[in-house]
């Protein structure tokens, strides 16, 4: 794994986890270096937990939310799209490539999808090479496990304001 770029999959919970999900169930081939974290809604996503996610030794990052204009809480995957944009330019300002994040829209039934865009990004990162903040491996393991363990503490019984009207199930 240490010779592999590291990607962190921000998905949200109805459509791009669903999607990551069948990818698994349907048994299909892609990197294993990817970690998935689920979202009620990639409209939750912030800038901070992408820059974060370099600063704990990420390379690369998909951030995959529901189809525009399906979004299970109305403009959640607008909002989370216009924070990818924003932190592309933070990254090209601080010297580490815009390329390194990338917004993807899928529907649940994209398991072959999903697939796709993890090799894509695997390349991508590839061509790139690690990310200039990457720490050592003991450093990284500890940092997504500790990103994995807040992202989950989130989801358990706690309501989220995703769209700032409706409340999550």
């Not at 939310?65 to 090209?92: M, P």
């Not at 815009?98 to 865009?117: D, H, K």
Request: proline share 3%.
């Amino acid at each position: 794994m240490d010779t592999e770029p590291l990607i962190l999959a921000f998905c949200c919970h109805y459509c791009a986890y669903a999607a990551a999900d069948l990818a698994g169930s349907m048994r299909l081939q892609y990197s294993s270096n990817v970690r998935v974290l689920r979202l009620p809604c990639t409209g939750k996503l912030e800038v901070n937990y992408l820059l974060t996610a370099f600063e704990h030794g990420i390379d690369g990052i998909i951030v995959a939310g529901c189809l525009e204009g399906g979004c299970h809480f109305l403009e959640g995957n607008l909002r989370a799209r216009k924070r990818v944009e924003r932190a592309k330019k933070l990254l090209a300002e601080i010297g580490i490539e815009p390329e390194r994040v990338e917004m993807f829209n899928l529907s649940s039934a994209e398991g072959t999808r999903f697939a796709e865009i993890v090799t894509e990004m695997s390349g991508r990162l590839a061509r790139l090479g690690k990310s200039p903040l990457r720490p050592d491996q003991e450093t990284i393991q500890r940092n997504l496990q500790e990103m994995t363990d807040q992202a989950e503490a989130a989801l358990v019984g706690v309501k989220h304001d995703c769209c700032r009207s409706q409340e999550c199930a």
